[in-house]
């Protein structure tokens, strides 16, 4: 395995911490006073000006849709290899992944569209997504059931000559609080006597469609995460044409592991990127504060923290690297093992390090005035978004009583 990054990538590379060091990183704070002037104006729940204003600085520098591989409708974008230091580095600023247009759900959702939808489908949905003109949500945990197995979504979705009626509850869909939110894939039940993983589908379901009501936004360690957010849905009777089946009825499962792989190895690539950060700013912490004579810098403690974050960094990366050039060469199925680990190992190692940042600032660290706690929050979620742990742990062991 050669992670040596091309002359294609290192060439983005730079690019990318240019744009982060010129856009991103000086513009954090606008973008939370713009959502905190929009709170105070009585509507947290709109798109803020500055992430408009930087996406066409993004594609004029080329540096759009990047993590969509093999796909006519965006030529520019990288294999799972290639995208993953592209990927770390928008992870390092909450407010970088939009700018890019790489950002989750959205990507996920375009993958699917790009993988399993029709043409139709594709100039519907798949184009504006593209072009960064409207959001989209996946709906697929429910409170009322252990979603941790999708095998026990309740929510139906029934046949009636040229349309599907759906009903159901749904909830944790992200980026359906957002206006610009536009098109949901749901995945429901077409037919529960089927064979346990030929029961479920997905479809698409335009978000103004009667019967969709989105009945209150869920919050994470108290952040709302707004304009985004993570929103409970409730749909009634919901119809739509026959043709907004993605796949054909009883793809679902089949649909959801194609999705979640990328997805989830994206998620990991960020939190490498969070965790680099937070390590940054724990060693500038620690450099800049004395106690008991002396900086914090110098004391035993913090250059065991510090040498065990640099470690723990390391490892997933490369772990991440074998992941992503599994996936690549053999395809997500074959790497499933290797997606299921980092999944554990990312979201753990970034908190741990987090955890320390924290310690490191005091009572700063739990402020609004760093972005630790936000980022502690994001990264304790993740061991619960797209499978809990458990479940990775599961797949894991199971791959390895089965060489026996």
């Given at each position: 395995?050669?992670?040596?990054?091309?002359?294609?990538?290192?060439?983005?590379?730079?690019?990318?911490?240019?744009?982060?060091?010129?856009?991103?990183?000086?513009?954090?704070?606008?973008?939370?006073?713009?959502?905190?002037?929009?709170?105070?104006?009585?509507?947290?729940?709109?798109?803020?000006?500055?992430?408009?204003?930087?996406?066409?600085?993004?594609?004029?520098?080329?540096?759009?849709?990047?993590?969509?591989?093999?796909?006519?409708?965006?030529?520019?974008?990288?294999?799972?290899?290639?995208?993953?230091?592209?990927?770390?580095?928008?992870?390092?600023?909450?407010?970088?992944?939009?700018?890019?247009?790489?950002?989750?759900?959205?990507?996920?959702?375009?993958?699917?569209?790009?993988?399993?939808?029709?043409?139709?489908?594709?100039?519907?949905?798949?184009?504006?997504?593209?072009?960064?003109?409207?959001?989209?949500?996946?709906?697929?945990?429910?409170?009322?059931?252990?979603?941790?197995?999708?095998?026990?979504?309740?929510?139906?979705?029934?046949?009636?000559?040229?349309?599907?009626?759906?009903?159901?509850?749904?909830?944790?869909?992200?980026?359906?609080?957002?206006?610009?939110?536009?098109?949901?894939?749901?995945?429901?039940?077409?037919?529960?006597?089927?064979?346990?993983?030929?029961?479920?589908?997905?479809?698409?379901?335009?978000?103004?469609?009667?019967?969709?009501?989105?009945?209150?936004?869920?919050?994470?360690?108290?952040?709302?995460?707004?304009?985004?957010?993570?929103?409970?849905?409730?749909?009634?009777?919901?119809?739509?044409?026959?043709?907004?089946?993605?796949?054909?009825?009883?793809?679902?499962?089949?649909?959801?592991?194609?999705?979640?792989?990328?997805?989830?190895?994206?998620?990991?690539?960020?939190?490498?990127?969070?965790?680099?950060?937070?390590?940054?700013?724990?060693?500038?912490?620690?450099?800049?504060?004395?106690?008991?004579?002396?900086p914090l810098s110098e004391q035993g403690v913090w250059h065991e923290r510090i040498a065990e974050s640099r470690c723990m960094?390391?490892?997933?990366?490369?772990?991440?690297?074998?992941?992503?050039?599994?996936?690549?060469?053999?395809?997500?199925?074959?790497?499933?093992?290797?997606?299921?680990?980092?999944?554990?190992?990312?979201?753990?190692?970034?908190?741990?390090?987090?955890?320390?940042?924290?310690?490191?600032?005091?009572?700063?660290?739990?402020?609004?005035?760093?972005?630790?706690?936000?980022?502690?929050?994001?990264?304790?979620?993740?061991?619960?978004?797209?499978?809990?742990?458990?479940?990775?742990?599961?797949?894991?062991?199971?791959?390895?009583?089965?060489?026996?």
């Amino acid at each position: 395995m050669d992670f040596a990054y091309s002359t294609k990538v290192e060439e983005l590379r730079k690019r990318l911490l240019t744009f982060m060091d010129e856009h991103i990183y000086p513009n954090e704070h606008r973008f939370h006073e713009e959502i905190a002037s929009n709170r105070a104006a009585g509507n947290a729940w709109i798109p803020t000006r500055l992430i408009e204003e930087l996406k066409p600085k993004a594609q004029a520098a080329g540096l759009w849709n990047l993590f969509l591989p093999r796909s006519q409708r965006a030529p520019e974008g990288l294999n799972n290899l290639e995208y993953a230091p592209l990927c770390e580095i928008m992870g390092r600023s909450h407010i970088a992944p939009e700018v890019f247009n790489c950002n989750a759900p959205d990507t996920g959702n375009m993958e699917t569209i790009e993988r399993y939808g029709s043409e139709e489908q594709k100039d519907a949905w798949l184009e504006p997504l593209l072009k960064g003109k409207i959001r989209s949500a996946f709906l697929m945990t429910e409170p009322d059931v252990a979603s941790s197995d999708a095998t026990n979504i309740q929510c139906s979705i029934r046949r009636e000559g040229d349309e599907y009626v759906i009903n159901g509850n749904k909830w944790w869909s992200s980026g359906a609080g957002d206006p610009r939110c536009a098109i949901y894939i749901v995945m429901g039940k077409t037919d529960p006597d089927a064979p346990r993983h030929s029961q479920q589908s997905m479809i698409l379901i335009p978000a103004n469609s009667p019967g969709v009501k989105v009945t209150r936004s869920l919050s994470i360690f108290g952040y709302d995460d707004a304009p985004h957010g993570h929103m409970q849905v409730i749909l009634d009777n919901v119809r739509v044409p026959a043709s907004n089946i993605l796949l054909g009825e009883g793809r679902g499962f089949e649909i959801a592991q194609g999705r979640l792989g990328p997805g989830r190895i994206h998620h990991c690539m960020r939190s490498i990127g969070v965790a680099e950060r937070a390590l940054e700013s724990m060693c500038k912490r620690l450099k800049e504060r004395v106690a008991f004579g002396k900086p914090l810098s110098e004391q035993g403690v913090w250059h065991e923290r510090i040498a065990e974050s640099r470690c723990m960094i390391d490892q997933a990366r490369l772990l991440t690297l074998k992941a992503a050039y599994t996936m690549d060469v053999a395809g997500n199925k074959v790497a499933k093992a290797e997606i299921a680990m980092i999944k554990v190992i990312a979201p753990n190692m970034a908190g741990k390090i987090i955890d320390w940042a924290i310690q490191a600032h005091g009572g700063g660290g739990v402020s609004q005035d760093f972005d630790l706690a936000y980022n502690y929050a994001w990264q304790r979620i993740l061991r619960l978004a797209d499978g809990p742990d458990e479940v990775h742990r599961a797949a894991i062991a199971k791959i390895e009583l089965g060489k026996m």
